[in-house]
């Protein structure tokens, strides 16, 4: 299984200024996902992220707000740009499983963030 | 849209087997079925997949009915740590376009009670 770290673990910010997400992962993989956790609810898919290209953002998710960058093969960022209240989510990455693990996703322990 | 359903809540006395509904009428033939869970304030786990034979492992037991338009995760023991949300997610094992993507519905809502 894939051990993913992100940082920070949370963050209280003011609105109109961004914050950028970090998640490791401890092995080389093509893609890397993006998802957002809104309060009482379930997990959404923001983008995905591959080594090499542009995220590819999933309806209802634009660049300028969460641009992503994928600078290599086991590490991305997320940035939550010109926030507002709506935006407080936990955000959580996520990377594929290999070999015997393929089809599964493992999960980082999220970022909790409180938009003021 | 989630293309499973599954029961809002559910409760379950500690050291008893827990067992958590799952139907995916519309699932297809290169769809696996895939659980996760998420204990709270952490981020989802992993559990256990299968295609259509029943599947074990250290942390729980996949039964998929002969038509794989339903299946159960049997938490053969379960203990106050298992509290969580449980996700049925069908989905291929590839991940091009949106076929790979996991989709979350809203999950059951396990609570184990001593």
């Known amino acids: 299984s894939a051990v993913i770290s992100q940082k920070p673990s949370r963050d209280i910010c003011q609105r109109g200024t961004s914050l950028t997400i970090q998640c490791q992962v401890d092995s080389q993989v093509t893609m890397m996902f993006w998802y957002r956790q809104q309060p009482g609810q379930s997990l959404t898919l923001i983008a995905t992220a591959n080594q090499g290209s542009e995220a590819t953002y999933e309806s209802g998710f634009v660049i300028d707000k969460f641009p992503i960058s994928r600078p290599n093969l086991t590490f991305s960022t997320l940035t939550v740009s010109n926030m507002s209240p709506e935006d407080s989510s936990i955000y959580l990455c996520?990377?594929?499983?290999?070999?015997?693990?393929?089809?599964?996703?493992?999960f980082g322990p999220g970022t909790r963030l409180t938009v003021l | 849209d989630a293309k499973t359903t599954q029961p809002t809540s559910m409760d379950c006395a500690e050291g008893r087997a827990a067992n958590l509904p799952c139907n995916h009428s519309?699932?297809?033939?290169?769809?696996?079925v895939y659980w996760y869970r998420q204990i709270h304030s952490q981020g989802p786990q992993y559990i256990i997949h299968g295609l259509k034979n029943n599947e074990t492992n250290e942390m729980a037991s996949l039964i998929i009915t002969e038509d794989r338009k339903s299946s159960t995760l049997i938490l053969p023991h379960a203990t106050l740590r298992d509290t969580a949300v449980y996700y049925c997610?069908?989905?291929?094992?590839?991940?091009?376009?949106?076929?790979?993507?996991?989709?979350f519905g809203k999950g059951t809502k396990l609570s184990v009670k001593p």
């Open positions: 996520s990377a594929p499983g290999q070999g015997f693990s393929e089809g599964t996703q493992y």
């Open positions: 519309t699932i297809s033939g290169n769809e696996y």
């Open positions: 997610i069908v989905r291929s094992k590839n991940y091009g376009g949106s076929q790979g993507n996991l989709i």
